[in-house]
Every structure is written in C-alpha cells, then in structure tokens.
C-alpha cells in the first residue's frame, strides 16, 4: 500500500511573505490523480488542516513561511520535532482561523489524533507587514521550494527511500 502524504500550504496571503505556503503549493507539479497524495492550500484554516490530520496520514509536508534569521528567501527543509513542550497547548485553543503550526497540532491532540511524521519546508520571510504579494528574495524562492516540494513527495513514494533532513536550499 502507498504511502498517504499531506502536503498543506498554509500561510496568511494578506500579510506579504506569509502568503509563501500558498504559493508554493499552486506551483508544485504534483498530480491530482494519485489518491495517496493530497495538495491543499490551508491559508489560515487551522482547524480545517487539524480536522483533515484526524485522518490517517503517514507524512505530512508542511509549507510555510519561518521566522527570519537575517536571509530572506533562505530555504530550510527539516523534520517537526512533535516532542517539544506542550504546556502551552492549553493556552493555544481551537481557534478556526488560526494557522500556528504548534497550535494546529495541540488542537489536534485535543481532537484525540497525533501528529505524522512531518517535514518542514520553509522560507525565511522578508516582511509580513499588511499587504499582498511575496517580497522579491521570497517569490524567488518559490520555484526552488516547488521543486523540493516535488521531490520530497517523490522520495516519500519511493519504500526504501530515506530524507536527508535538516537541509538548508
């Protein structure tokens, strides 16, 4: 039996380069045909993506925008850690139109599932003032985050594949 893969863009597009999952996700050429893979734009739908976790999912690609470390447009590709603290995930709550990765997971432990293994594809934002439209170094890493998008899907279908995570594009 295939693998079943979540890839969820998710991101706020009126706040500039917090829009990066979305777009990433419309330009990743993944078919639509293969029941094993699912390609969804989450935007801030949250409890959507939880809701959507309580499914049985082996992996779960998350695209997003991260905190910048002073390159915006850097790519980084890594595995979630779902072991971190959760004493605050009380405090996160079930909000539907939030889309904190970490509060999206603690609802989804509130639901009664756990988290998939999950790789990470983000890039460091620019700017996440108002405003629509990735800033320049962002949009530029959009094809290259597409592809690994592509090619993270590519290898998770592959049974005897394993990820190099922690990398940095």
Not at 26 to 39: K, L, M, Y
Not at 54 to 80: C, K, M, N, Y
Request: charged fraction near 20%; include cysteine.
């Amino acid at each position: 039996m295939a693998a079943r893969i979540l890839v969820a863009g998710i991101g706020n597009i009126f706040l500039g380069d917090d829009g990066f999952g979305s777009e990433v996700v419309r330009n990743a050429d993944i078919s639509h045909d293969d029941p094993s893979v699912r390609v969804i734009d989450y935007g801030i739908a949250g409890m959507h993506l939880a809701y959507d976790l309580l499914e049985h999912w082996d992996t779960l690609v998350l695209v997003d925008a991260v905190p910048s470390r002073g390159t915006p447009g850097a790519l980084h590709i890594f595995q979630a850690d779902h072991d971190t603290d959760e004493s605050s995930s009380a405090a996160a709550g079930l909000d539907a139109h939030g889309m904190d990765p970490a509060a999206v997971f603690a609802s989804l432990r509130a639901l009664g599932g756990s988290p998939p293994y999950t790789v990470v594809v983000g890039c460091e934002a620019g700017s996440v003032e108002e405003g629509m439209g990735l800033t320049e170094p962002v949009a530029n890493a959009v094809p290259r985050a597409a592809r690994a998008v592509e090619e993270i899907v590519a290898a998770l279908q592959m049974p005897s594949a394993a990820l190099s995570m922690g990398e940095e594009c």
